[in-house]
């Protein structure tokens, strides 16, 4: 089978190359960033597919649940032995939604209670991951 | 007395206020006065990994320009700044590092901060609390210990900023041993678990509460299971999503043993005999009085 890159499936993955400062044409697909990864139960992607998505170009990749439920804990970053820092690539991925001024989350939907016990680092580093 | 730069960051004066209260009492105790710059700022929380973003790096650094005048003004006696929460200290040193690295954004950085009185030189060292016992050498604490925490099992748990990224982290990344020596150092007992350096679930609390509560029920289970006690954490987002959270783990386990979780700093104001004022226990959830009471560390 021939796999094709379109003139779009380049723009993307160079956009994300860019943006990352990471070279995803390094990884074979061993999967050792997503055997570590703490939130794989509550991806429909696993990242090591997120990265296959783009090396392909595939824009798809934006739509994954997958980048917003990332912690960034980077232990796909030390795991990976290829050197990808794959977290980076999460975060351009995130970042090529968010720069539309989209937000995934909204504090409004949060009672006061919550976020009043919540501690400051939770919701700014929510909102900063998170929102536009 | 050594007089050190110390960046608090928000939390430490809310939620984690027994973290900076049972710190600064302990450093006292080790012969370290904790100086805070004026007007310090939030750090961002996280770092910022675009390639492309300046903006985000201004926070961090303008802190670390703080502590330069703070060294400039002879009211501390080096250029090392200390923090206490692993997302403080991985914010910072890791925006020292992009304006040490990378000269163009260290030109765009100096050029939106150029309201300051003084440049920024990239000098300023970042280090966590644990780095700075480390430096000063187990000894130092063990001497200071006046009641040891003898028979306390007690979990490292160091999650993921404190360690990772490799090169920004405190300590061997896969093998960490430096919670470990400090329970030695104070006489208590380390219990190594498997998921001693997985993530909490950090700000993920926010919209997605019961994900991070099921990860903390796997977290002190498997503490549990290897034998502790009680769990020590060195951030106050790990703090929360394993302290607090335990009553959201309750409502969605029907077997849970809770277990008390504290910061390392709130064990050594227990060693050294600082007294409640210092260890502070009554800010943690749930509440490790009743453990500590059992061991005979707590008068009742």
Same mark, same amino acid.
């Given at each position: ?132 | ?73 002879? =009211? ?8 206490? #929460?692993?997302?403080? &200290? !991985? /914010? ?5 590092? *992009? ?89 208590? =007992? ?8 997985? #993530?909490?679930?950090? &700000? !993920? /609390? ?5 994900? *991070? ?88």
């Amino acid at each position: 089978m021939v796999l094709r890159m379109e003139p779009g499936n380049k723009q993307f993955k160079d956009r994300v190359t860019e943006l990352s400062g990471e070279n995803v044409d390094l990884c074979f697909q061993c999967g050792a960033c997503s055997s570590g990864c703490p939130m794989t139960q509550e991806m429909d992607y696993l990242p090591s597919k997120i990265i296959r998505m783009v090396q392909l170009g595939l824009e798809e990749a934006l739509e994954s649940n997958t980048i917003w439920v990332c912690t960034t804990c980077f232990n796909c970053e030390v795991r990976c032995p290829r050197g990808i820092d794959i977290a980076n690539v999460m975060e351009a991925l995130r970042q090529l939604v968010l720069r539309n001024k989209y937000d995934r989350v909204n504090l409004d939907e949060l009672s006061s209670e919550e976020l009043r016990e919540l501690p400051q680092i939770a919701i700014v580093s929510n909102q900063r991951k998170l929102t536009a | 007395m050594t007089r050190l730069a110390y960046y608090p960051g928000c939390t430490l004066k809310t939620n984690a206020k027994n973290f900076e209260d049972s710190t600064i009492a302990t450093a006292e105790k080790l012969g370290i006065e904790l100086v805070e710059p004026e007007r310090w700022n939030c750090c961002g929380t996280v770092h910022s990994l675009s390639t492309d973003d300046v903006m985000h790096h201004l926070a961090p650094i303008r802190n670390l320009l703080r502590v330069e005048e703070l060294n400039n003004a002879g =009211e501390v006696d080096s250029k090392q700044v200390v923090t206490l #929460c692993a997302m403080c &200290y !991985n /914010t910072l040193k890791r925006s020292n590092a *992009v304006f040490n690295e990378d000269s163009d954004r260290k030109k765009k950085i100096r050029d939106n901060m150029y309201k300051e009185e003084i440049q920024y030189s990239g000098n300023v060292e970042v280090l966590h609390y644990l780095e700075i016992l480390r430096e000063n050498g187990w000894d130092k604490v063990k001497e200071a210990v006046v009641k040891p925490l003898k028979g306390l099992k007690v979990a490292p748990y160091y999650g993921c900023l404190l360690l990772r990224p490799r090169g920004i982290g405190i300590d061997d990344t896969d093998n960490p041993t430096v919670m470990e020596d400090l329970l030695e150092a104070l006489g208590a =007992e380390a219990v190594g678990f498997a998921y001693s350096q997985k #993530c909490c679930g950090s &700000y !993920n /609390t926010v919209h997605m509460k019961e994900v *991070v509560a099921d990860l903390a029920y796997k977290i002190l289970k498997q503490a549990k299971e290897a034998g502790a006690e009680l769990l020590i954490t060195a951030c106050p987002l790990c703090e929360y999503n394993l302290g607090p959270i335990q009553s959201e783990v309750e409502k969605r386990h029907r077997v849970f043993d809770s277990m008390p979780v504290v910061y390392f700093t709130q064990l050594m104001a227990l060693a050294f005999g600082l007294g409640e004022e210092a260890a502070a226990f009554s800010g943690n959830e749930p509440d490790p009085r009743p453990l500590l009471r059992e061991k005979g560390l707590l008068e009742e």
